[in-house]
């Protein structure tokens, strides 16, 4: 009689154990890579004054070198996510950060603007393509019951490299000048990928799908569990098929299209309002009357608002699911962007609301984040997290130019946060429906469509 087959659903197995160190190791290298990404992200925007002054241009001129970022980090994060669902989340971080890490030192050596636009272009789609794919690979070594928590604060590494970065940028250019800035955000990522080479996993669901020889498969595991015990020839399952044809496309498939569009017009509508905040809160406060300083730092506890709440919101987020918290993070965040114009010259009342929205809109994108990354299976979750990013991307670019062209009109302080808090008002609609049609959490939705098991 021939021995029975031992079998281990790796979901269920990683579900059923605590979280371990490497499950923590592996968050923590993901967020490194992050946090050198918003550090290289925000670049720009610490070097401008001094590229202005030191050649002798208009600040206008520097409006395209702004745009060509962030077309960048659309289209990586629309082209590596297909990508690493084919070849695997840590070829294309690895590749993404010497990218970004290259071209960076090569951004250094600018000398006018065409090159600093196509150099910041470049860079920006090594930055784009990172980020998706560390969203992924941590959300898939994580139980389903802590994965919300640990991808957003995974995430704020992005946030706390672009706080650091302006503090690091403001001694560097100092002692060193504005170059300095660029060769450390290049030589930084360098350093980092031999350590990403020896540390960083592939995804073992990622493997398992591809069929990747058992014995790899058991060594990733072994690491999860170092007290687990196999028999000889057991076999890995996820529970999840095989999916075929083009990736973007499988988005829209399987009981999937209804949340891809609710996704998308959240991340859209999100981050449409994040950098317009982000962006153009200082500049605002500072027409207000208040001092620049002061209103640089009341500008800087946006993204810290949103860096303290994320534990908090992770939390919440695993226990109650996605979709039912979004529409009340959007929600309250459209609340208070609209009181924001209502706050005049009050330093307290500014710094108490710019905070409180930090924490409700980049809490929600935080939020969006982890949400997408359940929603999607194994096969398609880095495509699925790269377009929500990319399609989000878009919204980026378009914020602060509206927001700039209502200041060109002079639109009193008051009327330009109400209109800010609108697309908030469109992310909790497409939250509170993507809830209705899929419940509190969304994430097994449905499965891929091909009928072969994944199975090593």
Known sequence: MAARETVIDIPSFIDRRPVGAFQYWVAALCALTVFIDGFDTQSIAFVAPSIVKEWHIERPALAPIFSASLVGLLVGALSFGPIADKVGRRAVIMICTLVFGVMTLVTALATDVTQLLIFRFITGIGLGGAMPNAIALTAEYCPQRRRATIVMVMFTGFSLGAFVGGIAAAALIQDFGWRSVWWVGGVVPLLLLPLQWRALPESIRFLILSNAPAERVERLVRLIAPDARFAPGTRFDIGELRAAGVPVVR????????????????????????????????????????????????????????VIAAPVLGLIVDRFGGCRVLPVLYGSGAIVVALLGQAGASVPALALLTFAAGACVVGAQNSANALSAMFYPTAMRATGVGWCLGIGRIGAIIGPLIAGFLISLHWPNAS??????????????????????????????????????ARV
């Open 251 to 306: 988005l829209f498939r399987d009981r999937r299209s209804w949340g891809t569009v609710c996704l998308w017009l959240m991340f859209f509508m999100n981050l449409l309002d994040l950098f317009f905040l982000q962006n153009w809160i200082p500049t605002i406060t500072n027409g207000a009357g208040i001092a620049l300083r002061t209103a640089v730092i009341i500008g800087s506890l946006f993204q810290l608002g949103g």
């Open 416 to 453: 330009i946060f109400l209109l800010g808090a609108l697309p908030l008002v469109c992310a909790t609609l497409g939250a509170a429906a993507m809830g209705l049609r899929y419940g509190a959490d969304p994430s097994a939705a449905a499965s891929p469509a091909e009928p072969a098991a």
